[in-house]
């Protein structure tokens, strides 16, 4: 077997693997830690009694493995319980939240990612120069801001005294698609910043680490032009770099969602993990954790894969 | 010595903010909780800052929830920061089955956003600011411990280092005198991002309603209370916000500064 | 007639970043003139910081990093190329110019086959047709002794070993047919026996084709084999120019004599006496692998002696000395130390035999703890082994510089403030100040420059003498032997293949290897490549 698809099927299965351990990480954190579920739900003034009828409602009377590999069992064939708070059925109610969610991220990446790396490129081509200076220094800003200050001063100026976009990104279905990229300009706007100066940052370093080599003066020394340096001599060799950066910040990009649509109310999986923490229904916490921590690992997967796949040793071995 | 102008600002900013924190008690005009006026004044030479959404003196409520803010940032970052560096330091010296027990773990905890599993651990337990610090402090004591075996590990394989241990050198001489100085900078300058990444998650909980609790102040909670004012144009929610991206900007200087300092008594080596 | 390549008055400046200082300029070149004729070769020879890299790439106009060519001019077929426009340089890179630089292994772009990278300066100045391009590659990857060069071509750099790698690099520089070539080091980082390969199929190239070069290099010898004329540099400034023949023969120039009569060290060897070491069929591998990389090696070292071990990379001379520290618990033989048998593992050595086994690193820079100040590293082991303090500390610690030459105003500095020869002088004291019966050398000249080094071998002899140590001095340079061993083991893939006497070792008969190792070190002589490289013909027809 080709050692490249060896590697790659080794990486799917350390994957899986930890994929696995999160769920079991997640469960542990809900289930074993001293506060006792059903204590939390009914508060200190429950009666023994009430506590007793729902721990075994919920079944918290099982061992804990036992409970666990049911729960792992029933969320593999996509059933992810109910929730406490309404009875209503996770699977269906996340469903439309998680397109939401995703619709709200891909339009994030689709603005962010030909836009940071257009900077970074324009950062080292002028590196040390304003564009470099201006472009750093942004990006130290917008990396030390929080999520919400950025959010805010977005719908201050952009909706409140301007009011080119609204202030809220409400969403319901039957909505063309350009009445809801409208609502949801401000929410992707924020993210795009939230992700953007790290993303440069990374891009920029990755790309002057292989403009700085020896094979690119090589190539300087054959009297070639820049342009022609960058696209066949530094190009295939910062594809895995960039790659990485760029999935390693849609994976940040995933966590940034859940306060950027708690700003703007929107619906989707942060609101929905965040209201659900608030009135404790520890399964729809549960299954927000899981789902979050499969796409989080997914995209590190992606670029440690890209990476195998871009390094000509491990594709031509000896 | 000459102090480069950023990270000047970035002390001075730094000290103000935490001087303010240290002082609150002398320095607010108004308790935390005093209701003073009308929701949502806006500035005067009484309230600089106007009012928050029930009538108190936003200045007042800013500096006690700075208190607040950076109190649970400090300890938490202490915390991941003992931990962290204790772990990795001995992850790196020892090697072997020490080390591969301690990365899988801290890899693992890193394999799920550490908002997410923050959000996971406190939708069971009480929210009180010792179970904030801890679980903020652990789950940002993996980055430390990556960061403290990484900078140990490139240390150890050093020729001094085996000088050392030729030399018939207790484990400890070989950590405090031959690895800790030589670790020192990255690490000091790896806590002042700790420190922000404090800051900006206790106050992300807080926004979210699952930090710091009414009627305590803190910054994120202060933008919760405050938010609703935006639509009809007041920026009361702004002013913390904004006070946590200075904090974190002005820190951030100045760990660069540190960084950039130490790192060049180093780089004098040939 | 007017020289392929003139340069005159040349000055090169470079902006310096001293650490909380604001940057100033620093001149590292300046009034060097010179010119080569077409079909010459020109060698610019200095040790390390002698600017010869930075006067090598000014003749394509290109300067490293900050670095500015700030005067003279710089003329090739009577075109001054510091006042061409980019388009002009493109012009002359890679089609009038090309460059051979120090590590192909760093140079070839790791992403593209050789092939592709060989013929593209030819391809993209439009000289040749991709066809006939890649014929002329094939014809000097053949006449460059590479193995396969019909196919060599569609492989990676990766796939390649380090020596083809940089006959391959001579061939893209050659490929475009230009009229100088840059060589930059081009053997330095290769094994001596690959060296005189690589040299050879240089040497061969150039007289084939007629190209102009220079030839960069810190080594003499390897420069007197190449070049007609040579140009010794200082500190960015000409010392001596002149004819091969004038500058190995007949330097006027102190310097340039100094650089001549480098590793002329004599040493009267001495034999017999009781080993202090005794190692007896040892064998060892790294943990995780499944291959010996030592195999049943015995040896024994007197006394106040010096054994070398001479070997060339990846033959195991530096895992026998960990072998030795106990750093690497061997999978089988023994160690005899002063009558007793050493604890294969260091952490189960008594104080006493840590302490007479003491150790000297190759890179002096990492072997100090750079936050430790020079009286801190000597005076620990002083602390650690003797319970010195105070006073009595520093009169020692002061005592053991002067021995290694260094007299006062150092105990405070720290290592960044030291030259590579003083620093590589304070490991020699650290291990001193142990009192040790034994020191083991690993490679400690190899990373300084030929007269630091020449008065780094003159204070071991010295302190030899005075601390009646004995040393393992393992080096894979010939020329340090001879000036410092008194007994010799030649290892070869993890096998000592002669051993003995050093004038028994270094006298024929030989076996094969070390008749190729020894034949392989350049000698400063005139034509002395050519002659090894017949006989060696002779011989390979003979048998």
Same mark, same amino acid.
């Given at each position: 077997?080709?050692? !490249?698809?060896?590697?790659?099927?080794?990486?799917?299965?350390?994957?899986?693997?930890l994929?696995?351990?999160?769920s079991?990480?997640?469960?542990v954190?809900?289930?074993?830690?001293?506060?006792?579920?059903?204590?939390?739900?009914?508060?200190?003034?429950?009666?023994?009694?009430?506590?007793?009828?729902?721990?075994?409602?919920?079944?918290?009377?099982e061992?804990?493995?036992?409970r666990?590999?049911?729960w792992?069992?029933?969320?593999?064939?996509?059933?992810?319980?109910?929730?406490?708070?309404?009875?209503?059925?996770?699977?269906?109610s996340m469903?439309?939240?998680?397109?939401?969610?995703?619709?709200?991220?891909?339009?994030?990446?689709?603005?962010?990612?030909?836009?940071?790396?257009?900077?970074?490129?324009?950062?080292?081509?002028?590196?040390?120069?304003?564009?470099?200076?201006?472009?750093?220094?942004?990006t130290?800003?917008?990396?030390?801001?929080?999520?919400f200050?950025?959010?805010?001063?977005?719908?201050? +100026?952009?909706?409140?005294?301007?009011?080119?976009?609204?202030?809220?990104?409400?969403?319901?279905?039957?909505?063309?698609?350009?009445?809801?990229?409208?609502?949801?300009?401000?929410?992707?706007?924020?993210?795009v910043?939230?992700?953007?100066g790290?993303?440069m940052?990374?891009?920029?370093?990755?790309?002057?680490?292989?403009?700085?080599?020896?094979? !690119?003066?090589?190539?300087?020394?054959?009297g070639?032009?820049? +342009?022609?340096?960058?696209?066949?001599h530094?190009?295939?060799?910062?594809?895995?770099?960039?790659?990485?950066?760029?999935m390693?910040n849609?994976?940040y990009?995933?966590?940034?969602?859940?306060?950027v649509?708690?700003? +703007?109310?929107?619906?989707?999986?942060?609101?929905?993990?965040?209201?659900?923490?608030?009135?404790?229904?520890?399964?729809?916490?549960q299954?927000?954790?899981? !789902? +979050?921590?499969?796409?989080?690992?997914?995209?590190?997967?992606?670029?440690?894969? !890209?990476?195998?796949?871009?390094?000509?040793?491990?594709?031509?071995?000896? | 010595?000459?102090?480069?102008?950023a990270?000047?600002?970035?002390?001075?900013?730094?000290?103000?903010?935490?001087?303010?924190?240290?002082?609150?008690?002398?320095?607010?005009?108004?308790?935390?909780?005093?209701?003073?006026?009308?929701?949502?004044?806006?500035?005067?030479?009484?309230?600089?800052?106007?009012?928050?959404?029930?009538?108190?003196?936003l200045?007042?409520?800013?500096?006690?929830?700075?208190?607040?803010?950076?109190?649970?940032?400090?300890?938490?970052t202490?915390?991941?920061?003992?931990?962290?560096?204790?772990?990795?330091?001995?992850?790196?010296?020892?090697?072997?089955?020490?080390?591969?027990?301690?990365?899988r773990?801290?890899?693992?905890?890193?394999?799920i956003?550490?908002?997410?599993?923050?959000?996971?651990?406190?939708?069971?337990?009480?929210?009180?600011?010792?179970?904030?610090?801890?679980?903020?402090?652990?789950?940002?004591?993996?980055?430390?411990?990556?960061?403290?075996?990484?900078?140990?590990?490139?240390?150890?394989?050093?020729?001094?280092?085996?000088?050392a241990?030729?030399?018939?050198?207790?484990?400890?001489?070989?950590?405090?005198?031959?690895?800790?100085?030589?670790?020192?900078?990255?690490?000091?300058?790896?806590?002042?991002?700790?420190?922000?990444?404090?800051?900006?998650?206790?106050?992300?909980?807080?926004?979210?309603?699952?930090?710091?609790?009414?009627?305590?102040?803190?910054?994120?909670?202060?933008?919760?209370?405050?938010?609703?004012?935006?639509?009809?144009?007041?920026?009361?929610?702004?002013?913390p916000?904004?006070?946590?991206a200075?904090?974190?900007?002005?820190?951030n200087?100045?760990?660069?500064?540190?960084?950039?300092?130490?790192?060049?008594?180093?780089?004098?080596?040939? | 007639?007017?020289?392929?390549?003139?340069?005159?008055?040349?000055?090169?400046?470079?902006?310096?970043?001293?650490?909380?200082?604001?940057?100033?300029?620093?001149?590292? &070149?300046?009034?060097?003139?010179?010119?080569?004729?077409?079909?010459?070769?020109?060698?610019?020879?200095?040790?390390?910081?002698?600017?010869?890299?930075?006067?090598?790439?000014?003749?394509?106009?290109?300067?490293?990093?900050?670095?500015?060519?700030?005067?003279?001019?710089?003329?090739?077929?009577?075109?001054?190329?510091?006042?061409?426009?980019?388009?002009?340089?493109?012009?002359?890179?890679?089609?009038?110019?090309?460059? &051979?630089?120090?590590?192909?292994?760093?140079?070839?772009?790791?992403a593209?086959?050789?092939m592709?990278?060989?013929?593209?300066?030819?391809?993209?100045?439009?000289?040749m047709?991709?066809?006939?391009?890649?014929?002329?590659?094939?014809?000097?990857?053949?006449?460059?002794?590479?193995?396969?060069?019909?196919?060599?071509?569609?492989?990676?750099?990766?796939?390649?070993?380090?020596?083809?790698?940089?006959r391959?690099m001579?061939?893209?520089?050659?490929?475009?047919?230009?009229?100088?070539v840059?060589?930059?080091?081009?053997?330095?980082?290769?094994?001596v026996?690959?060296?005189?390969?690589?040299?050879?199929?240089?040497?061969?190239?150039?007289?084939?084709?007629g190209?102009?070069?220079?030839?960069?290099?810190h080594?003499?010898?390897v &420069?007197?084999?190449?070049?007609?004329?040579?140009?010794?540099?200082?500190s960015?400034?000409?010392v001596?120019?002149?004819?091969?023949?004038?500058?190995?023969?007949?330097?006027?120039?102190?310097?340039?004599?100094?650089?001549?009569?480098?590793?002329?060290?004599?040493?009267v060897?001495?034999?017999?006496g009781?080993?202090?070491?005794?190692?007896?069929?040892?064998?060892?591998?790294y943990?995780g692998?499944?291959?010996?990389?030592?195999?049943?090696?015995?040896?024994?070292?007197p006394?106040?002696?010096?054994?070398a071990?001479?070997?060339e990379?990846?033959?195991?001379k530096?895992?026998?000395?960990?072998?030795?520290?106990?750093?690497?618990?061997?999978?089988?033989?023994?160690?005899?130390?002063?009558?007793?048998?050493?604890?294969?593992?260091?952490?189960?050595?008594?104080?006493?035999?840590?302490r007479?086994?003491?150790?000297?690193?190759?890179?002096?820079?990492?072997?100090?703890?750079?936050?430790?100040?020079?009286?801190?590293?000597?005076?620990?082991?002083?602390?650690?082994?003797?319970g010195?303090?105070?006073?009595?500390?520093?009169?020692r610690?002061?005592?053991l510089?002067?021995?290694?030459?260094?007299?006062?105003?150092?105990?405070?500095?720290?290592?960044?403030?030291?030259?590579g020869?003083?620093?590589?002088?304070?490991?020699?004291?650290r291990a001193?100040?142990?009192?040790?019966?034994?020191?083991?050398?690993?490679?400690?000249?190899?990373?300084?420059?030929?007269?630091?080094?020449?008065?780094?071998?003159?204070?071991?002899?010295?302190?030899?003498?005075?601390?009646?140590?004995?040393?393992?001095?393992?080096t894979?340079?010939?020329?340090?032997?001879?000036?410092?061993a008194?007994?010799i083991? &030649?290892?070869?893939?993890?096998?000592?293949?002669?051993?003995?006497?050093?004038?028994?070792v270094?006298?024929?008969?030989?076996?094969?290897?070390?008749?190729?190792?020894?034949?392989?070190?350049p000698?400063?002589?005139?034509?002395?490549?050519?002659?090894?490289?017949?006989?060696?013909?002779?011989?390979?027809?003979?048998?």
């Open positions: 077997m080709h050692p !490249v698809v060896k590697l790659i099927a080794q990486r799917l299965a350390l994957g899986m693997l994929l696995l351990a999160a079991a990480l997640i469960f954190g809900t289930q074993i830690l001293p506060g006792d579920v059903a204590q939390s739900i009914l508060g200190q003034s429950a009666t023994p009694q009430s506590l007793a009828n729902l721990r075994a409602e919920m079944g918290l009377n061992p804990a493995l036992s666990y590999f049911s792992l069992f029933n969320a593999v064939q996509g059933d992810l319980g109910v929730a406490l708070s309404n009875g209503q059925d996770i699977a269906s469903g439309k939240r998680l397109s939401n969610t995703l619709f709200l991220a891909i339009c994030a990446a689709i603005v962010a990612v030909p836009l940071a790396i257009i900077l970074g490129l324009i950062a080292v081509r002028y590196q040390g120069r304003w564009p470099d200076r201006v472009i750093s220094t942004v130290l800003a917008t990396v030390s801001v929080p999520e200050l950025l959010g805010y001063i977005a719908m201050f +100026f952009l909706s409140v005294q301007f009011r080119i976009f609204p202030s809220l990104a409400t969403v319901y279905d039957g909505m063309t698609l350009l009445e809801r990229l409208n609502a949801i300009a401000l929410p992707v706007i924020v993210l910043l939230v992700v953007l790290h993303m940052r990374m891009t920029r370093a990755a790309i002057l680490n292989v403009m700085q080599s020896a094979y !690119v003066e090589t190539a300087e020394l054959k070639l032009r820049k +342009f022609t340096i960058i696209a066949r530094a190009l295939p060799n910062a594809i895995a770099p960039v790659v990485n950066v760029v390693l849609l994976a990009l995933v966590v940034g969602v859940v306060v649509e708690v700003v +703007f109310v929107y619906p989707g999986m942060g609101q929905y993990l965040v209201d659900h923490v608030s009135k404790r229904d520890v399964p729809v916490v299954a927000c954790g899981l !789902v +979050f921590a499969a796409v989080y690992i997914g995209l590190n997967l992606v670029a440690d894969i !890209v990476s195998i796949l871009s390094n000509p040793r491990l594709r031509h071995p000896k | 010595m000459r102090i480069p102008l990270a000047a600002l970035g002390l001075f900013f730094t000290a103000l903010y935490f001087g303010a924190a240290i002082f609150a008690a002398w320095i607010a005009p108004y308790g935390a909780a005093e209701i003073i006026g009308d929701s949502w004044e806006s500035w005067s030479w009484a309230h600089p800052l106007g009012t928050d959404s029930i009538g108190r003196d200045l007042s409520r800013m500096i006690w929830g700075g208190q607040t803010t950076i109190l649970i940032a400090t300890l938490g202490l915390i991941s920061f003992s931990l962290g560096s204790t772990l990795g330091f001995l992850a790196a010296v020892k090697g072997g089955w020490v080390d591969q027990l301690l990365s773990m801290v890899d693992l905890m890193m394999s956003p550490s908002l997410i599993s923050a959000l996971v651990v406190l939708s069971v337990m009480p929210v009180t600011l010792p179970v904030l610090i801890l679980v903020m402090g652990i789950l940002d004591a993996t980055r430390v411990f990556r960061l403290s075996r990484a900078v140990a590990v490139d240390i150890t394989v050093m020729d001094y280092v085996e000088a241990r030729l030399r018939g050198e207790k484990q400890l001489w070989i950590i405090f005198r031959e690895i800790l100085p030589n670790a020192l900078s990255p690490l000091i300058a790896e806590m002042g991002l700790r420190f922000i990444f404090m800051v900006l998650f206790i106050s992300t909980l807080s926004f979210l309603g699952l930090g710091v609790q009414p009627p305590m102040a803190d910054w994120g909670g202060i933008v919760k209370e405050n938010k609703e004012a935006i639509v009809y144009g007041v920026p009361a929610a702004l002013v916000a904004f006070a946590i200075t904090l974190a900007i002005s820190v200087l100045v760990a660069d500064w540190v960084l950039n300092r130490t790192s060049s008594l180093k780089g004098g080596r040939g | 007639m007017t020289a392929l390549l003139e340069v005159k008055d040349l000055k090169i400046e470079a902006t310096a970043y001293p650490p909380g200082e604001s940057p100033r300029n620093i001149t590292i &070149v300046q009034g060097i003139s010179f010119a080569v004729e077409k079909g010459k070769v020109l060698g610019l020879i200095g040790e390390s910081g002698a600017g010869k890299s930075t006067i090598g790439l000014s003749s394509m106009a290109y300067g490293r990093g900050g670095v500015r060519i700030t005067g003279g001019s710089v003329l090739v077929n009577g075109v001054d190329v510091l006042q061409a426009g980019s388009a002009g340089l493109r012009s002359l890179r890679g089609r009038e110019v090309t460059y &051979v630089a120090q590590s192909a292994a760093a140079a070839f772009n790791p593209k086959k050789l592709e990278q060989v013929i593209e300066a030819t391809l993209h100045h439009k000289l047709s991709r066809e006939e391009a890649e014929a002329r590659a094939i014809t000097l990857f053949a006449r460059l002794g590479l193995p396969k060069p019909e196919t060599i071509g569609n492989r990676y750099p990766h796939q390649v070993s380090g020596g083809q790698l940089q391959v001579t061939a893209m520089a050659l490929c475009p047919k230009p009229d100088l840059v060589f930059d080091e081009p053997t330095t980082a290769l094994d026996t690959t060296q005189i390969e690589v040299l050879a199929a240089i040497k061969e190239a150039i007289a084939e084709t190209v102009a070069a220079l030839y960069i290099t080594d003499l010898a &420069v007197a084999q190449v070049a007609d004329h040579i140009m010794v540099l200082q960015g400034e000409m001596e120019y002149g004819t091969t023949d004038h500058i190995i023969n007949r330097p006027t120039m102190d310097y340039t004599k100094a650089l001549v009569s480098v590793r002329s060290i004599e040493h060897e001495k034999s017999g009781d080993p202090v070491l005794s190692i007896k069929g040892i064998t060892a591998r943990r692998t499944n291959f010996d990389v030592l195999k049943d090696i015995t040896l024994d070292l006394a106040a002696q010096t054994l071990i001479v070997g990379s990846g033959s195991g530096s895992t026998l000395a960990r072998v030795i520290t106990g750093l690497l618990p061997p999978s089988a033989g023994s160690i005899t130390f002063n009558g007793r048998t050493l604890a294969p593992d260091f952490e189960k050595r008594p104080r006493d035999d840590l007479e086994v003491q150790m000297i690193y190759q890179m002096a820079d990492v072997a100090m703890n750079p936050r430790q100040t020079v009286g801190t590293i000597i005076g620990r082991p002083l602390e650690f082994y003797f010195l303090r105070g006073d009595e500390k520093k009169q610690i002061q005592e510089l002067d021995e290694i030459e260094m007299g006062e105003g150092f105990l405070d500095r720290y290592p960044a403030e030291l030259s020869g003083q620093k590589q002088r304070v490991c020699i004291a001193l100040a142990a009192k040790p019966k034994l020191i083991i050398c690993d490679e400690v000249t190899s990373a300084l420059d030929p007269l630091v080094a020449d008065g780094i071998l003159k204070l071991l002899l010295n302190l030899q003498k005075t601390e009646n140590v004995a040393y393992l001095f393992i894979h340079d010939l020329a340090t032997v001879r000036a410092i008194d007994s083991a &030649v290892m070869y893939q993890g096998r000592v293949v002669r051993y003995g006497p050093k004038t028994d270094l006298s024929p008969p030989f076996d094969d290897y070390t008749d190729l190792l020894l034949s392989s070190v000698e400063m002589k005139l034509g002395w490549l050519e002659r090894t490289i017949a006989n060696r013909k002779m011989e390979a027809a003979g048998n």
